[in-house]
């Protein structure tokens, strides 16, 4: 199966963070496809900032289609998504 990556996130630290602006802030630097810009935000994507290092990388992909190649959320060929879930996780 391929995947196609709809969204990817960094953890860029504010270097500057802090009274002193000496203090490194856990930040997540977000693209969604489609965007324009990235967003860079202390906002929690499931995975707090805090718990990895500068560097982390996550990664969000889904699956295309085996049939006709796009992605499953804009799929319309007639692939049974259903029936392919139920056999790859029952």
Request: glycine share 6%; proline share 8%; hydrophobic share 30%.
């Amino acid at each position: 199966m391929e995947y196609f990556e709809i969204m990817r996130a960094e953890q860029k630290p504010d270097c500057y963070g802090g009274e002193n602006c000496d203090e490194l802030i856990p930040m997540w630097d977000a693209y969604a496809e489609g965007d324009k810009e990235s967003e860079h935000s202390d906002a929690d994507i499931i995975l707090k900032p805090k718990l990895f290092p500068p560097g982390t990388i996550v990664s969000v992909k889904i699956p295309c289609c085996p049939k006709c190649g796009v992605n499953a959320e804009i799929c319309e060929c007639g692939f049974d998504w259903k029936d392919w879930a139920q056999n790859k996780y029952s």
